[in-house]
């Protein structure tokens, strides 16, 4: 009798850990799909940014081209800045070109 009470207690454990396993993997497909479906998200939206970045770029290539060189010409090829140009911050800038003191408050 003790062999079979031995039998049937290791059979049990493997069915426990069969069970847990199958499990395991079930939580880990479900894991996989949401990280799928992200991934696939996050795609769509790059994709999306990447053709409204392109019809920008080609709109101010068409801006561009239809001012042309001779738009510039009654000025002898130089442009001039706006008068309120150092008052404007460049991008990320500060306004009139004025470094920032790193570190002193």
Known sequence: MEGREAWGRL???LDSERTHARQ???RLRQ???RLERACQSHLRLL???QR???GERERL???IRSKGPSSSSSGGGS???PADAALRP?????????PRASGLR
Do not use: D, I, K, T
């Open 24 to 26: 395991a993997e079930a």
């Open 61 to 63: 290539q068409r801006n």
């Open 90 to 98: 460049a991008r990320g800038g500060r306004p009139g070109g004025a």
């Open 79 to 81: 442009q001039q800045r």
């Open 47 to 49: 994709s999306w940014e």
């Open 52 to 54: 409204q970045l392109r």
């Open 31 to 33: 894991h996989l799909q």
């Open 11 to 13: 059979r049990r454990r």
